[in-house]
């Protein structure tokens, strides 16, 4: 007899056990909804109806939360409290549209996407629902009569730390997308409390602190303290004989925590539909201990509450110690086990089968961090819904999609499997099961092939035994996508090469990233959205960016030229004040402005562009007066955070720093060349940066970047690329012509002979490069012994990411930016030509892929009824 659990076993019970977690089903609520009397019905409806959306009706709405919520008069009050008011305002509209979506999608029951991501990148809220639901103007007229400005309040705003960096952005345009192209959508991430951390900088190095977002409650998030979902960890394993003899695993956790829900409704752009994406917090389950306390033992009766608690504390622990792999983990499996559970219990109200769940039910997987998703819903379909091995597996791999973002051997994410089975002993069980089953299939394919069976097999035989979280990934979804076209042909040649010739190619998809222009144009640029839509003749475009091609024919009007640069530089004259207020450094806003503002690590290549930095400095050093006349002033702008243990990356900051000590302060440089690092990059700071920028800089070592999201950000606000053929880089050349962009260094397919030359071939280092690296030495910048291992990373490390290969091609493209800028008519064109032909890399268009070909979801619209929905 086949065991439960073993390919082709067959169950001997009813597949249907509803009614252990669910509630009553929707049929039974209208059933129960219908015996109301038809007055009291016709009350609540009455009473339900939405405020109306006029100046003085949004004022006393303000004016009430200001009286009563607040409990403030209307002398005390300042922008942050005018900020609170107007939010709750806000959101009293905005939670009448989200009842109104939730009703009506639980009554239509339309097959539903779940985006798990470990980030979600939000930014400030209350503009961006403002504008999506078209009252900003009415909100901004309603708090100037009651003394207040509206951009004073919106300033007021703390950004939400669910994030760090493109990945959780590029989630965050992904629920825009999905809620204004009226798709049934939830979102599910964790709610940290003191997000990944804050950033200061102290004596030029980075400094983390807790990032205290929620010190003053979140207007944007509804409490669900209703649903609490119990997760284990630990414990053992039981084995049982069932009345029918089938063998039947029990898991028995030896810890429990609690998973409470928070919502935070999503609005889409034009249209009434607001989607959700619900944050789990970790809490215990007994959160005091009154023996312990009263027996003195006064740690011990609140430790679980600070062990179930520290498990939603902070984004990305510091891994660099056995504690922080494991809560690394613990946050995972918590994240995804809750996650899990609540979509089982929205689909268990239909009352279907379960052969029906994958088509009313996808879930993408950003990245590796929620796979254990596929792992945990295998074992609720088979140890508590009582499914065969191959019935539930069926429906596990129909129902996931895995998006890939690296082609890096170390960003692949892998756990021991001794601190696995220690945390989640029946899921390592049930990972062994599937790899065996897997790889029996291989063997059987490409018999006796040993070699291909270790590289496929989801257990790296190291020691200890790693679990491959990609490769778990891959054999449990139905489509694996990359997110630009170079990094999907990539993971096909390299890291997946294998499962492509096991699977064939139709498994594995290109989608490349998009960004939504509502945020990134709309928002963060209002006057260029401003003249865009003048030019064009409405906003149309903003749910239809290819209608951007329209600013095209406008490259010669001389007037509307004139109009896009006066724009421009009002932009920098905001990013400049911003800069003097933050680094007390002042720019001038008529010289070029050079960002790269972005996650700091080395295959990004900040270390590079300072090291140009230095290069340009000593150059501009070593000029006669009357040639630096000739010199283009140039401010370069970084910004980014560093990960806490990630050594090398913060030497890349306090070098940064260093430089711009010596060089700011320099007066035979003076404003030929300054250098700023901007603290604490968040969304925020962005949406002032990227309007501002005239170059910007996306130089990853080819071949290593996947595709990046910022890039499409500066160029779709007609800010100019300097990069390599790398990640998105080739699409938006493209897209806008190689006239507009300025592109250098080695190609993806050099980049194995280049290194394997610098390895074993002594290649000497570049000569400009070597200049600068001797100034370092010599402490022009500070200590040098503070650098060396940096220094070390081009020498002894035998310069792993190319920057001495790329360092003469890099000066040129510099030099060409220069002679570029200078011809301001020409460059202007280039900056209508950049943002006019953007069209293809909206996050709409990427969401319309991924509905249309991964995960089988239509559009539901959502109807205005006026009142709360039933």
Not at 47 to 69: C, F, G, M, P, Y
Not at 142 to 162: K, P, T, W
Not at 220 to 241: A, C, K, M, N
Not at 527 to 538: D, E, M, P
Request: net charge neutral.
């Amino acid at each position: 007899m086949a065991e439960a659990g073993a390919p082709g076993s067959t169950p001997r019970r009813p597949m249907h056990h509803r009614r252990n977690f669910t509630g009553l089903t929707i049929k039974e609520l209208d059933a129960e909804r219908a015996k109301w009397p038809k007055e009291t019905f016709e009350l609540w409806e009455r009473l339900s109806k939405k405020e109306a959306n006029d100046v003085e009706t949004i004022q006393k709405s303000i004016v009430r939360h200001v009286t009563t919520t607040l409990a403030r008069a209307a002398f005390n009050l300042d922008n942050f409290s005018a900020y609170q008011a107007v939010a709750l305002s806000t959101r009293d509209r905005l939670i009448s549209r989200w009842n109104e979506t939730q009703g009506q999608m639980s009554r239509a029951d339309p097959k539903r996407i779940y985006y798990l991501s470990l980030e979600f990148l939000l930014g400030r809220s209350m503009d961006n629902a403002l504008l999506n639901m078209g009252l900003k103007e009415t909100y901004g007229k309603s708090i100037r009569q009651l003394g207040f400005n509206m951009e004073d309040v919106i300033e007021s705003e703390v950004d939400a730390a669910l994030g760090n960096g493109g990945l959780g952005r590029l989630a965050a345009c992904y629920m825009d997308s999905l809620a204004t192209l009226d798709y049934p959508a939830w979102g599910y991430g964790l709610r940290y409390n003191y997000g990944i951390f804050q950033q200061r900088i102290i004596d030029g190095y980075q400094t983390e602190y807790p990032d205290y977002w929620l010190n003053f409650d979140n207007p944007w998030e509804l409490p669900r303290l209703d649903i609490s979902i119990t997760v284990g960890f630990g414990g053992h394993v039981q084995t049982t004989q069932d009345e029918y003899g089938q063998t039947r695993h029990n898991w028995v956790p030896g810890t429990n925590v609690q998973a409470v829900a928070y919502d935070v409704p999503v609005p889409g752009y034009d249209t009434e539909n607001c989607n959700n994406i619900r944050l789990w917090r970790s809490k215990p389950t007994k959160v005091f201990d009154l023996t312990s306390f009263n027996e003195g033992n006064y740690e011990k009766s609140v430790e679980d509450a600070t062990n179930a608690e520290k498990i939603t504390s902070v984004l990305y622990p510091n891994d660099n110690t056995m504690a922080g792999k494991e809560l690394r983990l613990k946050q995972q499996y918590f994240w995804t086990a809750a996650s899990l559970h609540d979509i089982l219990r929205r689909f268990k109200k239909s009352m279907r089968e379960w052969s029906d769940f994958p088509d009313q039910v996808a879930i993408q997987l950003n990245d590796t961090h929620p796979t254990l998703a596929i792992v945990e819903l295998q074992r609720l379909l088979v140890d508590q819904e009582m499914l065969s091995w191959d019935d539930a597996w069926d429906i596990v791999t129909k129902t996931f999609a895995f998006t890939n973002h690296t082609v890096l051997p170390e960003a692949m994410e892998k756990w021991s499997v001794p601190m696995f089975e220690y945390l989640l002993p029946r899921h390592l069980q049930i990972i062994f099961d599937i790899n065996l089953f897997f790889l029996q299939k291989v063997e059987k394919m490409f018999p006796n092939d040993r070699g291909l069976l270790n590289r496929m097999s989801i257990i790296e035989e190291a020691q200890p035994q790693q679990i491959r979280m990609a490769h778990l990934a891959v054999v449990g979804s139905h489509k694996v996508n990359g997110v630009a076209a170079l990094h999907s042909n990539l993971i096909k040649t390299t890291i997946f090469h294998d499962f492509v010739t096991y699977y064939g190619e139709d498994k594995f998809v290109n989608k490349t990233n998009g960004i939504t222009p509502r945020r990134w144009l709309h928002q963060a640029n209002p006057q260029l959205s401003a003249l865009i839509s003048q030019t064009l003749g409405g906003d149309k475009w903003l749910k239809d960016l290819s209608l951007l091609k329209g600013l095209n024919d406008k490259t010669e009007d001389a007037v509307f030229r004139q109009r896009w640069a006066e724009i421009k530089r009002a932009n920098k004259v905001r990013l400049a004040e911003l800069i003097k207020t933050r680094c007390d450094v002042e720019v001038s806003p008529d010289a070029l402005f050079d960002v790269q503002v972005k996650r700091i690590h080395e295959y990004k290549r900040q270390f590079m562009n300072i090291l140009y930095v230095i290069h340009r400095y000593r150059t501009i050093k070593s000029m006669s007066a009357a040639q630096k006349a000739s010199v283009q002033p140039r401010v370069v702008i970084f910004g980014g955070k560093a990960a806490p243990g990630y050594y090398i990356a913060k030497l890349v900051i306090k070098l940064i720093n260093s430089v711009a000590k010596v060089v700011n302060q320099d007066p035979a440089v003076g404003d030929l060349l300054k250098v700023v690092f901007v603290p604490d990059y968040n969304v925020s700071v962005a949406e002032v940066i990227v309007p501002a920028s005239d170059i910007s800089q996306h130089i990853s070592t080819a071949g290593t970047e996947a595709s990046g999201t910022s890039n499409m950000k500066f160029v779709l606000n007609g800010g100019i690329i300097i990069g390599t053929l790398d990640g998105a880089n080739i699409e938006i050349l493209e897209e806008i012509g190689e006239e507009n962009i300025f592109i250098f260094g080695c190609m993806a397919h050099e980049v194995e002979d280049l290194r394997h030359a610098q390895r074993y071939r002594g290649v000497p280092m570049d000569p400009a490069l070597q200049g600068v690296i001797s100034a370092i030495e010599r402490g022009t910048f500070e200590d040098p012994k503070i650098f060396q291992p940096l220094i070390s990373t081009l020498t002894v490390g035998k310069d792993f990411y190319l920057i001495s290969a790329d360092f003469a091609s890099y000066i040129a493209a510099n030099q060409q930016v220069d002679a570029a800028y200078k011809k301001q008519a020409d460059w202007i064109k280039k900056s209508i030509r950049c943002t006019a032909n953007m069209g293809k890399f909206s996050s709409d268009r990427s969401v319309k892929e991924y509905a249309d070909e991964i995960w089988n979801v239509k559009p539901v619209s959502v109807v205005d009824e006026g009142y709360m929905a039933k």
